[in-house]
């Protein structure tokens, strides 16, 4: 596995230094067509529209690649850093809250990228748990 990533590294190393996050998808489904549906989702995402402001506010794939591992194929895809989840900006703000002037501004930020899904990609998001972003007003 270590090998395997070591020769996508080697792949880029022409590219300038920056930082990037690995989704390893684990190897788990039935078939490897249910676990190359992310990567077609994603992908998808990534060629929708540009031009649309929610396109900022959603993960857009920089590259994919697979690995063998001892019990099947890992689909690995390659994304731009996020900034802090929700919960860590929480932390920020006393009690946890936080203030009315930071939530509107990020929640309209989601919104706009939650929107940018159906309207662009034809694609609706379900999973949107409330425990991801709540916040006590």
């Known amino acids: 596995f270590r090998h395997r990533l070591r020769q996508e590294h080697n792949r880029w190393r022409w590219c300038s230094a920056r930082y990037v996050a690995v989704k390893i998808k684990a190897n788990n489904y039935a078939t490897k067509e249910d676990a190359e549906r992310d990567l077609r989702i994603t992908e998808k995402i990534t060629h929708a529209n540009p031009q649309h ?3 900022n506010f959603v993960s857009t794939l920089l590259d ?3 690995v063998p591992g001892p ?4 689909v690995c895809m390659v994304f731009d850093p996020l ?3 929700l919960w860590m900006l929480k932390q920020r703000f ?3 809250v936080l203030p009315l002037d930071v939530l509107k501004p990020v929640a309209k930020l989601i919104l706009e990228g939650l929107g940018y899904l159906p309207s662009q990609c034809q694609i609706v998001h379900t999973g949107i748990v ?3 972003i709540k916040g006590k007003l």
Request: a negative charge.
């Open 53 to 55: 402001v929610g396109r």
């Open 94 to 96: 006393h009690d946890d």
């Open 64 to 66: 994919s690649f697979d």
């Open 83 to 85: 900034c802090e989840p």
């Open 71 to 74: 019990h099947g194929i890992h």
């Open 130 to 132: 409330y425990d991801y």
